[in-house]
């Protein structure tokens, strides 16, 4: 109850505001954030019925049923878990009142209308998540790359000319090498934290 006033104190509408660094605190996605393996909010749309909490580690959208129902359902998407993708800003026209920017978490699809007023902040966020996509890209492109080329190894090990013996001993060893080096990929290429990423286009 207490959320929802300052909800209605911050002028809230159908179209989504920014809400500023001070206010997060106003908000129910900042109960979700989990403070205690530093997650930390760089960007939080909010409307009547819907809050979009961007964080280093996840999307948390808390999802109202409508401005009027006060039940709200939490819904987290760790970016590691769902590549962004199709980022799009869609500014306004003469007679607009909102600007939008869409893309796709995962098998979920976002679009959010914005107060036009804010298309400075917005673009920050685009860029931002823009960055995270392309870095994204890369990385899945690079783990399957360093995938690819195990299966290679382990092919041509196969196809040589030793003993039985020794073939199995060399697959043990290269199966070990292997869980080694695709635990090392993972790490290099399987990002789970974007802060440093928010922290350079977010200029709150």
Same mark, same amino acid.
């Given at each position: 109850?207490?959320?929802? $006033? ?10 989504? %505001? &920014? ?16 403070? *205690? ?6 960007? #939080?749309?909010?409307?009547? /019925?819907? *809050?979009?909490?961007?964080?280093? #580690? ?24 769902? +590549? &962004?993708?199709?980022? #799009? $800003? ?36 685009? %860029? ?5 996509? *392309? ?17 290679? /190894?382990?092919?041509? $090990?196969? =196809? ?7 073939? /199995?001993?060399?697959?043990?060893? $290269? +199966? ?26 977010? =200029?709150?």
């Amino acid at each position: 109850m207490l959320k929802k $006033l300052a909800a209605d104190a911050l002028g809230l509408s159908d179209i989504g %505001k &920014i809400i500023e660094p001070q206010d997060y605190d106003k908000t129910d996605a900042d109960d979700y954030v989990r403070h *205690e393996d530093n997650e930390k909010i760089y960007f #939080l749309i909010m409307t009547k /019925a819907d *809050e979009y909490c961007f964080t280093n #580690l996840a999307l948390i959208h808390v999802d109202g049923e409508n401005a009027t129902s006060s039940k709200r359902t939490m819904k987290r998407y760790p970016y590691s878990q769902h +590549t &962004i993708s199709n980022v #799009l $800003l869609e500014t306004a026209g003469k007679i607009d009142r909102d600007i939008e920017i869409k893309f796709s978490l995962g098998n979920e699809f976002f679009s959010i209308d914005v107060r036009k007023d804010e298309i400075d902040k917005l673009k920050d966020l685009y %860029k931002a998540l823009l960055y995270i996509s *392309e870095k994204m890209h890369e990385n899945s492109v690079m783990y399957n790359m360093a995938g690819e080329s195990l299966d290679k /190894a382990v092919s041509v $090990l196969q =196809n040589s000319r030793t003993s039985e013996a020794d073939l /199995a001993s060399q697959y043990k060893q $290269l +199966t070990e090498f292997g869980f080694s080096w695709m635990e090392s990929a993972r790490k290099d290429y399987h990002q789970k934290d974007f802060g440093a990423v928010f922290e350079k286009y977010i =200029n709150n």
